[in-house]
C-alpha cells in the first residue's frame, strides 16, 4: 500500500472512474489518482471483471427473484416429491395430437393419451420409482392393435381396458392396484361375459370400476381406500331416511385420493364408503342426499368432492383447505365439472370454462384463448387442464413442471435457491459487517492507543482466534433456545458468526495502523505540526480502507460459507427457511446423491459460483492495489 | 530459547484457563439439568411434593445452584467436590458423565478421539506433502499454462464448501467410479488384524482425506506459492545465482529457508481448521470421530459431554498453536533473541 499515500477523495475517485473531459492525455496520464489506477487496474482483470459480473446478476436474482417468486414456508406436497428437472408435463406428443385425440387421463405429474389411431402416448414426468416408469407401457397398446376402451391414469398406475374387457396395468402395482381378480364380484361379472363397462377411474393406490349396469367394483389398497360398497343405507346407524340401494343404482363415482363418492341414478349423492366419519360423508350437504335438488354431475379434488345440479348451482363438500369451496361467479349454468388434486374446473353450457381452487402452478388461472375457443372436450387430473377445441387443438392450463425439481416436500427447488439465496447473503452481508465493525474499532483502538490497552485487546484477540472456529459457532447456535422464531434466529446466527469472525479483520486493521504510523511521511507530517486527528483522517484511514475492502470482500465469502455450513450441520437457519446451506442437508446420503442430483447439484452449483466469484472479486481487488502482488 | 518456550507455556497455560472457563460459560447456556434427570425415575413413584423437596435436596447436593465461578472451579478441579469432598475435575482426568450415553465422559470420547486424531494426522501429512511441493513448482514456474492452471483450480478449493466439495467426490469417486466406499469407518464385520485392519481404515478414510486435501490446496498451496515468490524475488537469490549456485540449491535451500516462515504462521490457522473442519467432513461421511458425536451431544444437549469434546478442541487448538511457536523459534532465530 506504500504507493498509495494520498487520501482519494470522493470527488477524486469519481472523476477518476469517469475522468473529467478535460486535459489531454499526457497530462491525464500523470495525474492518475490512486483510486482511478485501481479501478482501471481492477477492470483489465478479466477474471475479476468476470467475478463482478457473475456475481452482480446473482445478487440480482436472489434480491428481486423473491419478489416474483414469494416462497410459502408451510407449503409441501408429498405427491410432487423428489421431481427431475422439467418443464414438459402437460407436452403432448406431436404424433398423439396429429393422429387427434380420442381420450386423455391426467395423473399427478404425467399424461395418458388414446389418440383416434387407438394408440396410447405418455408423457411429462413418469417416473414413479428407480424400477418403476409410467412411460413403460404394454407393448401392444403404443402400437394402436388393441381397441382401448378406457384408460385412466391414477398416482402411480395406469388401466386400460379394450372392447373384450381384457385388463392392462402399467406402473406400480405394490399394493395391488392391479389385481383386478381380487374382486369376487367383479370376477363373477368378467365370467358370465355379461360386463360392459361405463367407467374406469385409477385412484391413489386403488382401481375403481363402474358397469353400465351401476355396480361399483374396487381393488387395491385396502388400508388407506374404503374398498367396497355398501349395499345398503345406513338404518343401524340412525339415519333418519329410508334405506336405498347404491349398487346398481350408480351413475358416476369421482374419486379424491383416498376415498370417494357416487353420483345415483336418481340425482342423488351420496358416500358409499366405510368412513363415516370422512367428511364426505359427514359434510355432504342434506340437499344433495334427499333429492331436493336433482345432481347432473359430480367430481372429487384430493380432499373434496363438488357437485352441479340442474340449476345450475356448484356444491362443494369435503375437507378442501386449498380454495376449492370458494366457488367464483360464473356467466352461465355448468353442465359438467372436473376435478383435479386441489381445483375445480367446470364447463359452462356457452362452451366457457372456469377452474378455481389452489392456483399455485396456475391449475386455476384458464387461459383466455380457452375462454374463446370452442371446447368440445376438457380432462383435468393431478395439477394438469386439458381443453380440446373444435379445431382440435389442446389449450393446457396447471403446472408444467419444475425447472430445477423439486425435492423431498415436493417444494419447488428454484424458488428455494432463489430465495435461500437471499437469505444466506443477508446473513453473510450482515455479519460481514458485524465483524468489521468490532474489528476496525477494536483494531483501531488498539493501534491508535497502543500500549496497555493494546495488550488487553490483542490477548482477548488471540483467546478468541486461538479456539477452533466451528466447534464454537456450534455451541453457541446450540445456546440459542427453542423457543425464538426463525427470524430471530438468524439475526441471533448474524450475530454468533459476526462476533466470532472479527480477529482477522482486527489483527488487519491494528498492524496497518501500526506500520503507517511508523512510516517516515506521517513522522514528517507530526514535525510540520500536522494535528494528530487530521493524520489519522488524511494518511492513516485511507490506508486501512483500502485493505479493509479487500478482507471485506474475502470475509463475506468466508461468512457464507460458515453461515452454510452451520445450515448444513442442522445449527444455522433451520428449515423450514430456505438457505443454501440448509438445502443440502438433506443430500447426505448416496441415494439422494445418485438418484435425486437436482437437489444438491443446483444448489450446490450457485453457491460455489457465487463464493469463486465473491474471491475472484477480493483477488482482483488485492491485485488492483498493490501492484507488487502482481501474480502472486 | 529455554526461556522463550518457559513464557510460552506459561501463556498457554493462563489461556486454556480463561478459554476453559469461557466454554464452561457458554455451555451453562445449554438447557440441561442432571439432577432432574437423575430423579426422573422416581418422579411416578413420589409425590408432586416429596419428588420437588428431593430435587431441591439433589441440586444443593451437587451444588447446581452455586456461582457459575464455584461451579467452574469444582469442574476444572481447583475446588474440592461438594459430595466427595476431594479434588475431582478436568486436571485430575474427570471430564464429566455423559447423560447421553449413560458412561463417562472419557469413555465415550476415546474411541472417536482415536479416529479422528487418526483422519487429521494422516490428512495433515498427505495435505502437506502435497501441497508444499506444488506451491514450490508453482513458484519456480510463475505464469507458466500449467501453473495459471493450477491457480484456477484451486480457486475452487477455497470457494466451495468442504461440504459440498464431498458430497462432489462421493457422487463421482464412491457412485460413479466406485474406487471407494460412500461412509463408514471400516469394512463391517471385518476380520483383520494389524497392518491389514489399519489398510481397511485408510481406505475408508481416503476419500475424507482428499477432500481435505482439495479444500487445503486452495489456501495453503496458494500461500506457499506466494511467499516463495516474494523469497525468489529476494537479492540474496540474486547474488546465489549470480555466484553459479545451483538453482536447485537456490530454490531449497536458499528461497525456501526464507519462504518457510510465512508458511509456518500459516499452518497455525491451518491446523485449527482441519481439526474443526473434520467436523463436517466426519457428518458427510458418516465417521465416528469427535465432530460426529459433538453434534449428536448438542443435539442431546449433553452439556458436560459437549464441554468434554470442546476441551479436547481447545487443547488441540493451543497444541497447535504452542507447536507453531516453537517451530516459529526454530526456523527465525531473531524470534530466540527478542522475545
Known sequence: MGNQKKAPRFSGILKGMFGTGEGNFLEEEALQSPARVTVRSFFSRPTAVFGLVVFVLIFLLVMIGPRYMPIDLGHSDSNLANIAPGCHMMDIPGEMLDEGIADIAAGQTYGVGLSNAGKIY?????????????????????????????????????????????????????????????????????????????????????????????????????????????????????????????????????VTSNAYVCLLKDGTVAYTGYQKDSPLNANLPAQLQNGSVKVVDIAASSQCAAAVDDTGRVWVWGAGTRGEKDVPEMADHPVKIYGGRYHFTALLQNGGVVSWGDNMYGQAAVPASVQEGQIVNLFCGGYQNYAVTARGEVKTWGLKGFLCGTDEQGRDILSRIVNGGKITMTVGGIAVVIATLIGVILGGAAGYFGGKTDLIISRAAEVIGGMPFLPFALILSAAIPKEVSNTQRMYIIMVVLGALSWVSTFRLVRAQIFSQREQEYVTAAKALGVKESAILRRHILPNVMSVLLVSVTLDFATCMLTESTLSYLGFGITAPTPTWGNMLNTCNDSIVIQQYWWRWVFPAAIFGLCTVCINLIGDGLRDAMDPRSNGR | MA????????????????????????????????????????????????????????????????????????????????????????????????????????????????????????????????????????????????????????????????????????YVFAVLLRWFPVNGAATPGNPYTGLRALLDRLYYMALPMLVALFGALGGMSRYVRASMIEALSMDCIRTARAKGVRERVVIYSHAWRNALLPVVTSIIGWFLSVFSGSVVLENVFGLNGMGSLYIKALNASDAELCLAIQMFYTVVALLGNLITDLAYGIVDPRIRVNR
Open chain 2, 3 to 170: 526461556k522463550y518456550i518457559a513464557k510460552r507455556l506459561v501463556y498457554i497455560v493462563l489461556v486454556f484457563f480463561v478459554a476453559s472457563f469461557l466454554m464452561y460459560c457458554l455451555f451453562s447456556l445449554i438447557p440441561s439439568d442432571p439432577a432432574r434427570s437423575q430423579l426422573e425415575g422416581l418422579k411416578q413413584s413420589l409425590k408432586p411434593e416429596a419428588y420437588q423437596q428431593m430435587y431441591q435436596q439433589l441440586r444443593e447436593r451437587m451444588g447446581l445452584d452455586d456461582p457459575l465461578v464455584v461451579r467452574y472451579a469444582r469442574w476444572i478441579g481447583c475446588m474440592p467436590d461438594k459430595q466427595t469432598g476431594e479434588l475431582d475435575g478436568v486436571l485430575q482426568g474427570n471430564f464429566g458423565y455423559s447423560l447421553m450415553r449413560q458412561k463417562d465422559c472419557l469413555e465415550v470420547i476415546k474411541t472417536p478421539m482415536a479416529n479422528t486424531i487418526l483422519l487429521n494426522v494422516f490428512s495433515t501429512i498427505l495435505t502437506l506433502l502435497v501441497t508444499i511441493p506444488l506451491g514450490i513448482w508453482c513458484a519456480v514456474h510463475k505464469g507458466r499454462k500449467l501453473d495459471q492452471g493450477v491457480q484456477a483450480f484451486t480457486i475452487l478449493g477455497y470457494s466451495l464448501p468442504q461440504y459440498i466439495i464431498a458430497l462432489i467426490f462421493i
Open chain 1, 122 to 254: 405418455t408423457w411429462g414426468y413418469t417416473r414413479v420409482s428407480n424400477a418403476i416408469d409410467l412411460r413403460d407401457v404394454p407393448e401392444e397398446l403404443t402400437t394402436g392393435g388393441v381397441n382401448v376402451r378406457h384408460m385412466a391414469a391414477g398416482n402411480d398406475h395406469a388401466v386400460a381396458i379394450d372392447r373384450d374387457n381384457q385388463f392392462y396395468f402399467w406402473g406400480s402395482n405394490r399394493l395391488n392396484q392391479h389385481m383386478y381378480q381380487s374382486n369376487a364380484e367383479l370376477n363373477r361379472a368378467l365370467l358370465l361375459g355379461n360386463l360392459e363397462i361405463k367407467q374406469l377411474e385409477a385412484g391413489n393406490q386403488f382401481t375403481a370400476l363402474l358397469d353400465t349396469k351401476g355396480n361399483l367394483y374396487l381393488w387395491g389398497n385396502a388400508s388407506n381406500a374404503d374398498l367396497g360398497c355398501r349395499q345398503s343405507e345406513r338404518e343401524t346407524e340412525g339415519m333418519d331416511h329410508a334405506p336405498r340401494t347404491f349398487q346398481g343404482n350408480i351413475e358416476k363415482i369421482a
